[in-house]
C-alpha cells in the first residue's frame, strides 16, 4: 500500500467538519491542513508527482464539507495561500 493511500485512510478518520454549518471556519480548516498534509507533504508525495489540488479536494471531502465547498476550499489553497 502507498504512503498516500495509508495516509488518506489514517486522516479521514480524525475530524469532522462543514464549513456551512460553522463548526470550522477557513483559517481553522486552513491551520488543520497545514498540520496534517502540508508539513507531511514530503512524506506523502516524495517526488512530486501527485495532484495537489485533487489530493486537498479528498482531504475536504473526508472532512465532510460538501462537495461544492470542498472544491472552493481546494482552490482557496491553491491559489491563496503558499500551501501544498
Same mark, same amino acid.
Given at each position: 500500500?502507498?504512503?498516500?493511500?495509508?495516509?488518506?485512510?489514517?486522516?479521514?478518520?480524525?475530524?469532522?467538519?462543514?464549513?456551512?454549518?460553522?463548526?470550522?471556519?477557513?483559517?481553522?480548516?486552513?491551520?488543520?491542513?497545514?498540520?496534517?498534509? $502540508? $508539513?507531511?507533504?514530503?512524506? +506523502?508525495?516524495?517526488?512530486?508527482?501527485?495532484?495537489?489540488?485533487?489530493?486537498?479536494?479528498?482531504?475536504? +471531502?473526508?472532512?465532510?464539507?460538501? +462537495?461544492?465547498?470542498?472544491?472552493?476550499?481546494?482552490?482557496?489553497?491553491?491559489?491563496?495561500? $503558499?500551501?501544498?
Amino acid at each position: 500500500m502507498s504512503n498516500m493511500m495509508i495516509w488518506c485512510l489514517f486522516v479521514g478518520k480524525e475530524y469532522k467538519t462543514s464549513l456551512n454549518r460553522g463548526e470550522m471556519n477557513k483559517e481553522q480548516l486552513t491551520e488543520l491542513l497545514k498540520k496534517e498534509v $502540508d $508539513d507531511k507533504s514530503k512524506e +506523502i508525495d516524495p517526488n512530486n508527482e501527485y495532484d495537489w489540488f485533487s489530493l486537498v479536494l479528498g482531504w475536504a +471531502i473526508a472532512k465532510n464539507l460538501s +462537495i461544492n465547498e470542498a472544491i472552493e476550499f481546494s482552490t482557496y489553497i491553491r491559489y491563496e495561500t $503558499d500551501l501544498c
